[in-house]
């Protein structure tokens, strides 16, 4: 069974930093292409960054670019987020989101595209 825990979220004030990782279990997922998404109440769920299995290729939306940085590493099945110079915009629940791709340079930035989700992480960014 496919499990992904998400950790490293909570609260902090607007210019600080939170690094979030996901765990994954279950599979090797060193041939998955991975992703982050986030969810605002009220708002649905949007793309924040995604990463190829191969690591070469990586891609932001708009709004995080710059500041936002994933990573991955396959040998311990881990996928991160280092989120610097957070704003109030930036607080929803955050979820990591895999998906096995073919092309080792492939990632994905829509919700549909996904095949396994974690449960999300709360995180607060204070104005």
């Known amino acids: 069974q496919v499990q992904m825990v998400e950790s490293g979220g909570g609260l902090v004030q607007a210019g600080g930093s939170l690094r979030l990782s996901c765990a994954a279990s279950g599979r090797t997922f060193s041939r998955y292409a991975m992703g982050w998404f986030r969810q605002a109440p009220g708002k649905e769920r949007e793309f924040v960054a995604a990463i190829s299995w191969s690591t070469d290729n990586t891609y932001y939306a708009d709004s995080v670019k710059g500041r936002f940085t994933i990573s991955r590493d396959n040998a311990k099945n881990t996928l991160f987020l280092q989120m610097n110079s957070l704003k109030p915009e930036d607080t929803a629940v955050y979820y990591c989101?895999?998906?096995?791709?073919?092309?080792?340079?492939?990632?994905?930035?829509?919700?549909?595209?996904?095949?396994?989700w974690g449960q999300g992480t709360q995180v607060t960014v204070s104005s």
């Open positions: 989101a895999a998906t096995p791709a073919y092309d080792s340079s492939a990632y994905y930035a829509e919700v549909r595209s996904y095949r396994y």
